[in-house]
């Protein structure tokens, strides 16, 4: 089996976040929140489709869901550039 599917809520680090797809928005939410709502051994591989993570306006599944950390780079990549 492969390794990634055994991935939990647990193992995400502090600062990082699910982003949840839908139709209508996305939502992101933070490894304290997903533990409040699904607990930690949750598994994140298909945690979209846990009902408890559905959209409340739509009433729709997440389509998708993508881990994003929240720390920025050192090096301040992401700044915007000055045009000269």
């Known amino acids: ?3 990634a599917l055994n991935y939990t809520v647990a193992d995400l680090a502090r600062d990082e976040m699910v ?3 839908r139709e209508c ?3 992101m939410l933070s490894r304290a929140e997903l533990a409040k709502r699904v607990g930690l ?3 994140l591989p298909g945690i979209g489709l846990r009902r408890e993570l559905w959209c409340g306006d739509c009433g729709e599944p997440a389509f998708e869901g993508t881990v994003l950390s929240t720390t920025m780079p050192a090096s301040g990549a992401l700044a ?3 045009r000269r």
């Open 1 to 3: 089996m492969d390794a």
């Open 19 to 21: 982003g949840l797809r």
């Open 25 to 27: 928005r996305t939502r």
């Open 41 to 43: 051994g949750a598994r």
């Open 80 to 82: 915007p550039q000055s």
